[in-house]
C-alpha cells in the first residue's frame, strides 16, 4: 500500500529505528532523533543496494516519488545510480594534490629561488595526509595535527617552517578562488626563534678546516672551499664546471638567494683545492655520481667533521659570520665584507656603483685564506 502525506505526519517518532514502505523499493527510514530520510533500494548485478534521496519533509512524498523513478529509469538501462553519484562527487572535488601542482607551477618555481625546500617539505609532511582530500573540507585542527607531530620529532623549527610554508599555499589558493578561507591562519608557532649568533674562533675555524682531510677527497674540497670564500652552501655544493673561470666564481642570479649574480675571485689556496678535484662528465663540480648529481649528506659530513675536530655546536652558515668577523679585526670595511659575503645593498649609491669590486674581494679573502688554512 502506498504512503500518503497524512499517514507520513500522523507516524509517531519510533522508539527505535522502523521504515515506511511506499513500494517498489522507496523507503522513509525513521530514527529515535526524529530524522526521517527517503532512500532507493533496488537491485544491481545481483546485489540489492540503496541509494539515499535526502530529507523528509525537505523532500515531500511527490518529489522522492519522482527521484525514485529517475533512479529506476537508469537502473533499466543498465546504469548504478550510486555509481553515477560517486562519479558526480569526484568531478566536483578539488583535491589538495591539484591545488599544490597548480601552486607549484604557477608560483613557487617562478617567483622562489629556495622552491626546492619549499617543495620538499610540503611533500615530506603535508601532502602525505592531506593530498587526497577536498582542499575546502581542510579544517584548522588538520594543520594543528600536521604541525603537532612535527614538533613531537623533536624539530620545532621545521615545525614552524612547515606551518609558514603551508599558510602561504593556502592564502595563495584562496587568491585563485579555491577557497574563502586559510586553515593555516592564526595558528601559534611551537617555537619561538632567536637569530643565531656562533662564531667560530679562529682555532676552530683552522680545526675544521684541516679536518676535512679525513673526508674523500670531493667532500675535502667542497667542505675547505666553503670555508675559503665565504659563500652559502646551495650555492657552492651545486657548484657547476661553468661557473668556474680562472680566477673567480659567477653563478647567475637565478641561484643566488638575493637573486644577484656571485662574482666570488678565487685565492691561490681555492684554486689549489679545485685543481686536485677530477674532470667528471657531468655538470656538478662536487658530485659522487659523475658530476650528475650534487653532493649532499651535509649532516653526515658536519658529525664527521664534528668528531674529528672537536668543534661541536656549529653549522655551515656560521663560517659566514666567522670570516666577517675575523676580517673586521684585521680592518676589513663592513662596506667590503658585504660584498665579499654577496650581501644587498639597498643604498642609493649601490643604484650607480655597478662595479664588482673585485680587488676589495680578493684581497679581503686572501687575508682570510692565510688565516684559516695557516699560509705563511
Known amino acids: 500500500m ?6 507520513i505526519k500522523a507516524t509517531p517518532t519510533p522508539i527505535k529505528r522502523s521504515t515506511l514502505s511506499d513500494g517498489r523499493g522507496l523507503e522513509l527510514r525513521m530514527t529515535p532523533s526524529g530524522r526521517r530520510t527517503w532512500s532507493l533500494l533496488y537491485p544491481f548485478n545481483g546485489k540489492k543496494q540503496r541509494f539515499t534521496i535526502g530529507d523528509y519533509p525537505a523532500v515531500k512524498l511527490k518529489e522522492a516519488r519522482l527521484i525514485a523513478d529517475k533512479l529506476r529509469n537508469q537502473v ?41 625546500e619549499y617543495d620538499k617539505r610540503i611533500r615530506a609532511d603535508v601532502l602525505p595526509p592531506l593530498g587526497k582530500k577536498d582542499i575546502r573540507q581542510v579544517q584548522k585542527t588538520d594543520i594543528i595535527k600536521i ?30 578562488g579555491y577557497i574563502e578561507h586559510n586553515p593555516a591562519a592564526n595558528i601559534p608557532k611551537p617555537a619561538k626563534e632567536s637569530s643565531r649568533e ?32 665565504g659563500q652559502r652552501r646551495s650555492e657552492i655544493s651545486q657548484l657547476e664546471w661553468t661557473e668556474l673561470q680562472s680566477d673567480r666564481i659567477e653563478i647567475g642570479g637565478h641561484r643566488s638567494k638575493n637573486g644577484k649574480p656571485i662574482i666570488t675571485p678565487l685565492t691561490d689556496e681555492a684554486k689549489a683545492v679545485l685543481a686536485a678535484l677530477p674532470r667528471n662528465n657531468g655538470i656538478y663540480v662536487f658530485s659522487t655520481t659523475g658530476g650528475h648529481r650534487p653532493i649532499g649528506n651535509f649532516s653526515r659530513i658536519k658529525d664527521i667533521l664534528a668528531a674529528k675536530s672537536g668543534v661541536v655546536d656549529w653549522t655551515y652558515h656560521d663560517f659566514r659570520r ?29 643604484i650607480y656603483d655597478r662595479s664588482e669590486h673585485l680587488q676589495q674581494k680578493r684581497t679581503a679573502l686572501i687575508i682570510w685564506s692565510s688565516l684559516v688554512a695557516q699560509i705563511n
Not at 502506498?2 to 499517514?7: A, D, K, V
Not at 553519484?85 to 618555481?109: E, G, P, S
Open 147 to 176: 604541525i603537532d607531530a612535527i614538533t613531537d620529532r623533536d624539530a620545532p623549527v621545521l615545525a614552524n617552517r612547515v606551518l609558514q610554508y603551508t599558510s602561504k599555499f593556502f592564502k595563495w589558493c584562496i587568491g585563485r
Open 322 to 350: 666567522t670570516i666577517a668577523t675575523e676580517l673586521e679585526r684585521k680592518g676589513v670595511s663592513r662596506h667590503d665584507l658585504m660584498h665579499v659575503l654577496n650581501h644587498t645593498d639597498n643604498s642609493v649609491t649601490a
Open 76 to 116: 533499466a538501462h543498465g546504469q548504478n545510480p550510486q555509481e553515477l553519484k560517486r562519479k558526480a562527487r569526484n568531478a566536483n572535488i578539488v583535491t589538495v594534490n591539484w591545488c599544490y601542482d597548480q601552486f607549484l607551477v604557477r608560483y613557487l618555481q617562478p617567483q622562489l629561488r629556495t622552491w626546492q
Open 198 to 229: 656562533r662564531v667560530l674562533s679562529l682555532a676552530e675555524a683552522r680545526s675544521i678546516y684541516m679536518a676535512a682531510e679525513c673526508l674523500g677527497p670531493i667532500t675535502c674540497a667542497f667542505v675547505r672551499l666553503l670555508m675559503l670564500i
Open 2 to 7: 502506498r504512503l500518503s502525506e497524512y499517514e
